[in-house]
């Protein structure tokens, strides 16, 4: 009898052994889950063409300052995260995903004292990847530099919830305006975007899918600037 238990429980330490080793050769294996491309409409929020040149701005004075428009990138990159794997909540699988990204870098080269990194670019739903769930996103990154490069804060807009089904994470607060009015000048459909930075400073800009950037403060000099054209 003695025998029989110790062979019967042998015997099942080698099956949960067995189905342990099975399950995280599964999990650790990269799952390629496709390619996934952005919403007209959501590449329509980036109106910079690679041919732009130069974005016009003026502040109350009517002093003009120019930030270079930069293409830093339109196409498919491929992108890795880790999510749960299937029905497991102990384990974590590797996942890929080819994704569509626009990025433009609208930079101050003549005072060096800022740019703005910005991006159309999707989120992906990681509590269920299997799902293949997804949302366009802008987002927008600002930096200063006076002697070192620093980031001055982050933004987010939802462009397109599409199928993500669940909280959409983004940086700082969007509030979209119907109008925009300064120093005699107006805009429609205006993005008012803030941010609270790494060294607790509130920042804010402004944007719209027709014009792109259209407003921002040089917190070095506390001047304001408003968009007058693209060159």
Known sequence: MNKLIFLTLFSFSLIVVACTDENDDACSKVESLGSFSLDASSRAAIPYQPTDVKAIFSDSLG?????????????????????????DSTSLSPYEWETERICYELKDEANGSFSYQICAEMQ?????????????????????????????GEYGILLAARNFGGFIDLPGSVELLDQFVWEGRSLEQVYQLETTNNLGQTRELYYTKAEGLVAFRDYFSDTFYFFDRIE
């Open 124 to 152: 992906y739903n990681l509590l269920q990847p299997e799902e293949k769930r997804v949302a366009d996103v802008l987002n927008i990154s600002s930096y200063s530099s006076s002697s070192i490069l620093q980031q001055e």
């Open 63 to 87: 002093q003009e300052r120019s930030l270079d428009i930069i293409l830093q990138g339109d196409g498919f990159i491929t992108q890795e995260f880790l999510a749960v794997c299937g029905s």
